[in-house]
């Protein structure tokens, strides 16, 4: 899954950066911001739902709170900077974050379909 997920992290921040290149709008360097935080919060959020299956529901229950509270905390943080310092990147931002975090889903939906898949065929 790590190296999926690398391929596309470069992948796209590649495409930013040709956008940028071309266009020659700096506004979009907060798509690229963007992007990277909505990539890292989904590989996050699968990182500690993993980590949480092996506990007892209560301690895992705790824990999944605790951590939503700091994913939240971590983009209010970089919106919020970027709001302050660069309130012409907001809009582009929002629309990084969101691609960041649809394309790592499918990339994590799409690995474990085929690790499924390829349980179920070797049984």
């Known amino acids: 899954m790590i190296r999926s997920s690398f391929i596309a992290l470069f992948s796209g921040t590649a495409c930013i950066l040709l956008g940028i290149a071309f266009t020659g709008e ?3 360097f907060g798509s690229l911001l963007g992007y990277w935080v909505g990539f890292g919060y989904t590989l996050w959020f699968y990182r500690e739902v993993l980590n ?3 506990l007892d529901i209560q301690s895992a229950i705790k824990r999944m709170r605790k951590n939503l509270m700091n994913r939240l905390g971590m983009v209010t943080l970089i919106v919020v900077a970027v709001a302050r310092f660069q309130p012409s990147w907001l809009f582009s931002l929002a629309l990084g974050i969101v691609t960041g975090v649809i394309i790592s889903f499918i990339i ?8 499924e898949r390829g349980d179920k065929r070797s049984a």
């Open 108 to 115: 994590v939906a799409i690995q474990k379909n085929y690790g």
């Open 26 to 28: 700096q506004a979009f």
């Open 52 to 54: 949480s299956t092996e």
